[in-house]
């Protein structure tokens, strides 16, 4: 409501990134001013403050999913994370395992990650996806071999937010003597992450989609049993060297103070998503011909991802400038070629071409809810009758 009196769109693509919170810009600005120091710096306060802060960070990362704050490595995002945990395992045991498990419908970054080290000789199985978006566990079981070091898959999906079972991979993972890697850049701070109890290696995060700056993310690597890796960067020798590079104190200081944040509130937050969630599906559902792609149940609350019979999304979003949302993800979007996600799942590409993808997030209004909601069903009448009119 406010967003709309203000003008703008009301914010519903909160899956491509999503607002700072205030309370965070307030705990970073103090960083880019008077306590701007090199964290690296070890001779004098100003070092010594800088890399305090980073520290306070390093643990309320670590906090969030259940890791010790010795195994988390901030990188620059989520994109660094994937290609640090994904080429950097596979360089470091190349020559005696060489193949990688993943899914066809993992993050573009993964799957970009995957193909430059088939190049480089790896072997990687891709596993496929049922019509609601999960993998088959004894697909997984049986594409595991003695060869096999490490399974990448996602926690959420980024389009259409479905939760993978990570806690039954990671205990299938551990009973084969296989590190598990898993894209947690849409799950931190929506649902429950716990990387000991779920048996999870290797997580990737990242500031920009839970409420802190862009730019900044992390690696946890776990050390028990303990992760080797080839660090993707030389340089100084920071982040023991995993990851070195001056790291953006007022980024980290961000991202922690994000990742707090997020932890508090996140019971009561997500279940206030899920409801306006369920809202906008009941309510867009009135115009029927609603087709929800992927699981509704196994789904992160902020989601919502629909097919809409008779109206093309690009119509749509034409038709609809004072809401922001997409049809399919926003890393996809460059391209013209309709979403592999939905692709993969078993959706035909006219089905695809109509598919929009809601995210809500933190700010958003159940007043913003409505007015999207009847936005929706008013645009989406108006563009079937102009289609029947068309055809007759
Ligand atoms: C946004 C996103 C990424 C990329 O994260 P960046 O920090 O923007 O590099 C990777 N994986 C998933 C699932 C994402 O949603």
New binding site residues.
Partial sequence: MADRIKGRPVYLDN?ATTAVDSRVVQAMLPYFTERFGNPHSANHFYGWEAAEAVEVAREQVALLIGAEPDEIFFTS????S?NLALKGVARFYRGRKNHIISCSTE?M?VLDSLFHLEREGMRVTYLTVGSDGLIDLKELEAAITGDTVLVSI?TVQ?EIGVIQPIAEIGTLCRAHGVFLHT?A??AAAKIMLDVKAMDVDLL?L?G??LYGPMGV?ALYIGQKPRVRLEPLFSGGGQEKNIRPGTLPTPLVVGFGAACEIGRAEMDEESARLGRLRDRLLDRINAVGGIHVNGSLAARAPGNLNVSVEGARAEDLIAALPDLAFSTGSACSSVSEESSYVLRAIGVSNERAESSLRFGLGRFTTQAEIDYAADRLVGEITAVRSRKRHAAE
Avoid: V
């Avoid at 995002?77 to 660094?80: D, I, N, P, R, W």
């Fill in positions: 899956h995002g989520a994109t660094e994937n993050h970054c996602m980024n894209d850049a849409q990737s990242t920009h989609k993310g």
